[in-house]
């Protein structure tokens, strides 16, 4: 009876245990079901977060153009086709597998069976993002589209075409600084350079939005009937580089460069009457010894200009002190000194006594100094404030990040000495980026306006202006129209018979001045230079102004501006006047050159004259020459360039049996 009532009890025990096990089963439930309630919506947005997201689309990044048209950067999208190997029908898949591959066959040339088994056996795996094409352009991704069963579209057919846009730039590496990009890191910070990060407002258009589904670890199938925002596209940007200008510039800058093995070097081309950069080329050695655009040098690079700021001497001093050219300095044979600091000519013998004019043609370091102290000694706020109204002081305010900052010192603030005065009239004590040079230079050749620099023409959507860029004049005067005229024929007279006279040409004139700076100079063993010439072509109505600065050239090849820089000069300009006929001959159309006719007229003289026997054609351009030869019959032979200097069959006599003539130029 008792082990019974033992039992019983044990089954009631046991009993109890589960019913309240049930109960603490149940109860436990209802707490789930009651958080699940209260918290339903942030679980619903954790499953949606994991099954579904919301991406970004990135709109077409907008084209930038050079002056004529050209692609300097344009965006390039390439598409990625997947195919969802689940989402067709039985129906759908069965009837257009065989064709699907025979298309696709065509298309990537691979066998159809190759595609029959690829399909089915992605059906079969039930794989929803099996790729059938990388990186295929907008034609091929057309032809895609419209294959049998994927021509049914996202939701029937299992189609997913995915684009990527990159950005690529047709000059390659020339151009690069200018040029620039817009690019964020993986740690999301963003680098805007050149014309692509200044003006990345209107070429980087809007974003847009679509829904992704999860379909496996790290994958994402976009949904077909998701709600997607569209992304607006980013607008064109013209701006002023010329191509051929530029190409011209960066060839020739790093002929020189190579040459004189120098670290690095600016060369810049501007439009006088605009202000339009035409070209800006830096280049400097890279770390595996070849010369590449890695910095922009001619915006963001300050530097003691040296000679060619003495032109922004001569220009103060006739405004500001009212002399002229012919103002007459004793160099005192070659050296002067102030507070114990000696300034030397590079000619040690000096110049005698000579003129302002002669002064800036020899670049003579004693005269321009002698003759700033002696008119602003006493008083160099006057010569200062005049460099400051003249817009030395201060940035130009380019829409590119990174102008370097200028430096003038003033008068009684930190940074003025006793020399400060002297040391800036040779260009010394103070620093410029090559770019504010040159607006200096073009503002002489534009009679005194200065213009702020002009990279950008226009913004456009298609043939729609949406914003058109003119220019701005940053000093409407910055001398007298007589004064800039003055200084042009001084600077012309420079190349003619001065500094740059190994630079002259007959063939077209140049304006200019030449520079030849000293650099790390506390330091005799850094010691290095610095070489450039500034100036404008053609000299008497000046249509292009230009700046070369190389740094550092070997010292044992040669470091004088009108050597090292000069020839980059020389080079553009007679590159530009070939290629666009600069030589006035559609401004002055109606007028007619004596030379022209005078050849002329002896071209005609010949071709009437001479049937049988050889006519005499010495000191004759080449084409003419060869039409006259090729008119009697003769096979011409070149050697050189330029006119006929010697010719093989002399002048007068008879053709008789000869069938070739050599013509020899120079």
């Given at each position: ?49 994991n ?29 990625d ?66 294959l ?19 950005r ?21 910070n ?80 501007m ?5 339009e ?26 530097y ?28 005192k ?18 110049y ?31 010569f ?7 817009h ?33 009239a ?117 249509k ?73 054609v ?49």
């Open positions: 009876m008792n082990t019974e009532v033992q039992k019983d009890k044990i089954i009631n025990l046991h009993t109890i245990l589960v019913v309240a096990g049930l109960f603490i089963f149940a109860l436990s439930i209802i707490v789930k079901l009651i958080g699940l309630y209260i918290n339903g919506d942030k679980y619903r947005q954790l499953i949606e977060e099954t579904i997201k919301e991406f970004v689309i990135e709109p077409n990044r907008g084209n930038l153009y050079s002056d004529d048209g050209s692609l300097l950067a344009t965006s390039v999208t390439r598409y086709i997947h195919f969802d190997a689940v989402t067709p029908s039985k129906k759908d898949f069965d009837t257009n597998l065989k064709p699907l591959s025979d298309s696709l066959s065509k298309i990537f040339n691979k066998p159809a069976s190759h595609y029959v088994e690829t399909l089915k056996n992605a059906r079969n795996r039930k794989v929803k993002y099996l790729l059938i094409g990388r990186g295929l352009g907008w034609d091929e991704c057309s032809r895609i589209k419209k049998p069963l994927f021509s049914l579209g996202g939701i029937r057919g299992g189609l997913i075409v995915e684009g990527k846009t990159s690529e730039y047709p000059l390659g590496a020339i151009a690069h600084r200018i040029v620039g990009y817009d690019r964020t890191d993986d740690q999301g963003v680098f805007r350079v050149g014309l692509e990060g200044a003006f990345s407002k209107y070429l980087s258009g809007v974003q847009g939005k679509h829904l992704k589904q999860k379909i496996a670890q790290g994958q994402w199938k976009p949904i077909a009937d998701g709600e997607e925002i569209e992304p607006k596209d980013g607008y064109d940007v013209v701006s002023t580089i010329n191509i051929n200008i530029q190409d011209i510039a960066h060839h020739a800058l790093l002929a020189q460069l190579e040459k004189y093995q120098a670290d690095h070097g600016c060369a810049i081309v439009e006088v009457a605009t202000g950069i035409k070209a800006i080329s830096n280049l400097g050695l890279n770390s595996e010894g070849k010369y590449a655009e890695r910095f922009n040098y001619a915006l963001g690079e300050t003691e200009p040296g000679s060619v700021f003495k032109t922004m001497s001569l220009v103060t001093a006739m405004e500001e002190a009212q002399i002229d050219t012919t103002y007459v300095v004793d160099t044979k070659g050296v002067i000194s102030f507070y114990g600091q000696n300034v030397w000519d590079s000619n040690r013998k000096g005698g006594k000579i003129n302002l004019s002669k002064a800036i043609q020899v670049s003579s370091n004693t005269a321009i100094v002698q003759m700033i102290h002696d008119v602003f000694g006493k008083d160099p706020k006057k200062v404030g005049k460099l400051n109204k003249m030395l002081n201060k940035k130009l305010g380019l829409p590119v990040a990174g102008e370097g900052e200028p430096y003038l010192p003033q008068p009684n603030q930190r940074g003025w000495s006793g020399i400060a005065l002297e040391w800036m040779f260009g010394y004590g103070l620093k410029m980026t090559p770019l504010q040079v040159l607006t200096f230079y073009n503002a002489i050749a534009n009679n005194g306006v200065m213009l702020k620099p002009r990279m950008i023409k226009e913004v456009k959507q298609w043939n729609k202006s949406i914003e058109k860029f003119d220019l701005e004049v940053l000093n409407s005067s910055i001398c007298s129209e007589q004064t800039a005229t003055k200084v042009k024929k001084v600077l012309e007279n420079t190349v003619k018979y001065g500094t740059g006279k190994s630079l002259y040409s007959p063939h077209f004139s140049m304006a200019g001045k030449t520079g030849t700076s000293q650099k790390d100079y506390s330091d005799k063993d850094k010691l290095g230079y610095i070489s450039s010439f500034a100036g404008f072509f053609p000299a008497d109505t000046p292009y102004s230009c700046l070369v600065v190389i740094h550092n050239p070997d010292k044992k090849i040669g470091y004088y501006g009108a050597d090292v820089s000069g020839p980059v000069f020389k080079s553009i300009a007679q590159k530009i006047y070939t290629n666009s006929l600069l030589i006035d001959t559609i401004d002055h159309i109606e007028e007619s050159s004596q030379e022209v006719e005078k050849n002329y007229k002896r071209y005609d003289e010949i071709l009437s004259k001479y049937k049988t026997i050889v006519p005499n010495i000191g004759m351009s080449a084409m003419d020459a060869i039409a006259i030869m090729e008119n009697l019959g003769l096979n011409v032979i070149i050697t050189g360039k330029g006119k006929v200097k010697e010719q093989s069959i002399q002048g007068g006599e008879p053709i008789g049996r000869n069938k070739s003539i050599k013509l020899t130029l120079s």
